[in-house]
């Protein structure tokens, strides 16, 4: 079973929150989140109550201020548990909405969508084995759309502002 404990302030000062199942509003709990202990699997944490906003993506590791997650701010309102997938890893991704124009499959990780496909918008996807996460920067940088299997049509599907993905990858054990 997953474990992930909040605390209000920085390098585990605080109040605290131990979780251990997904959380659609997180608010009761604790007020900010400064600094994070994830004690076991992957998480995706939300700025927003009912999975929405900002998307984290931590695994197991000490994280002692929001920066170290990449987060934009001390907000973190609801809480997803990954679970655990199988070693098959299969996306599509489109240029155009509702799977139009070129298509291209991937199976690995991408630090730069540009230079290997030489675009650098995906307005639709087909995840069709595993867990993924799109960045809005190459080299894994900026923010993240946790993607798991499914269809999105368009970039507002997978909570995207814009169809800009910078680098792509696995979510592996």
């Known amino acids: 079973m997953g474990k992930i404990i909040f605390y209000e302030d920085r390098n585990f000062q605080g109040r605290h929150y131990e979780c251990s199942s997904d959380c659609a509003d997180l608010s009761p709990y604790f007020s900010r989140c400064n600094s994070i202990r994830v004690e076991s699997d992957w998480w995706v944490l939300y700025e927003k109550p009912n999975y929405m906003g900002y998307q984290y993506v931590l695994t197991r590791g000490e994280y002692p201020d929001y920066q170290r997650w990449m987060g934009f701010n001390d907000c973190v309102r609801s809480c997803r548990m990954l679970p655990h997938t199988g070693r098959s890893y299969r996306m599509r991704i489109y240029e155009r909405l509702t799977f139009g124009g070129q298509m291209m499959e ?61 680098s792509l990858r696995r979510i592996m054990e």
Do not use: A, K, L
């Open 106 to 166: 991937i199976m690995d990780d991408c630090p730069s969508v540009y230079d290997r496909f030489r675009y650098r918008d995906i307005h639709s996807c087909q995840v069709m084995d595993g867990y993924w996460i799109f960045y809005e920067h190459p080299n894994y940088r900026g923010r993240q759309y946790f993607m798991r299997p499914g269809e999105y049509r368009r970039y507002s599907d997978w909570g995207g502002y814009s169809s800009t993905v910078g």
